[in-house]
């Protein structure tokens, strides 16, 4: 288990070996809606790997980055949690990809509060947060890519075992929670986005994490 400080002070080079599949294909699907909202000033809560910003940048007048990880250089050195007043209703687009589940989800509303506040009128929250299950992923006749899931424990003895018998689910040890964890479930995340003020919520099930595409009124 990496311990929370070496968590949040990882280089960039690290981020970047740490790509997987999962990861790219996520990108894609935030790619695709970011530039569906045609906005002109991002940001992006979670640096990491810096992929999603050189995707977006020369689409965008201005990308923004925040992070708690001072060696990923972000414009805003900041815990997500704790609102930033100056930066009140500056942005057009902010996306936070797999890190919400990085807090205590007692935290969440305040973290949802604070990002909300960043946004304009109007504007878009893009936001993924891993949901633990089995999934599944196959390609129609016409090339299109779905994925089925399946709740966890029921395609390994391991698994299953953890779940029914040791009545505890594995999650990443790096992460407080996660949906579907035996605690958590994703009526509780959406409950927690509606209580924030975001409105036109659309959600996609997607491999390894739900993706949320929200407004603010």
């Known amino acids: 288990m990496m311990q929370a400080q070496e968590q949040f002070s990882c280089s960039l080079r690290e981020h970047v070996d740490k790509l997987d599949f999962l990861n790219w294909y996520r990108f894609f699907f ?10 002109e000033t991002v ?28 060696n990923l250089a ?3 050195l900041q815990d997500v949690r704790e609102a930033r007043p100056e930066l009140d209703g500056k942005f057009d687009l902010v996306i936070i ?24 009128p109007g504007g878009t929250l893009l936001a993924t947060i ?4 089995s999934y599944f992923l ?16 029921f395609l390994s003895f391991g698994s299953f075992y953890r779940r029914f018998i040791k009545r505890k689910i594995w999650i990443d ?13 994703r009526g509780d995340v959406e409950n927690a986005i509606d209580a924030a003020g975001f409105t036109a919520r ?16």
């Open 30 to 39: 935030i790619f695709k809606a970011a530039l569906a909202a045609r906005p």
């Open 43 to 70: 940001l992006e809560i979670g640096a990491g790997s810096g992929v999603v910003k050189s995707c977006l940048l020369p689409h965008v007048k201005e990308y923004r980055t925040m992070d708690v990880n001072k």
């Open 74 to 76: 972000p414009d805003f």
């Open 97 to 120: 990809a797999d890190v919400l589940e990085h807090i205590p989800f007692a935290d969440l509303p305040r973290a949802l509060e604070a990002i909300r506040s960043y946004l304009k």
């Open 130 to 133: 891993p949901h633990r299950r």
């Open 138 to 153: 196959f390609m129609t006749p016409n090339y299109v890519p779905r994925v089925a899931a399946v709740p966890t424990g």
């Open 173 to 185: 040890p790096d992460h407080c929670w996660e949906i579907g964890d035996g605690h958590i479930k």
């Open 202 to 217: 659309s959600r996609k099930s997607l491999l390894y994490v739900d993706f949320w595409i929200v407004k603010k009124p």
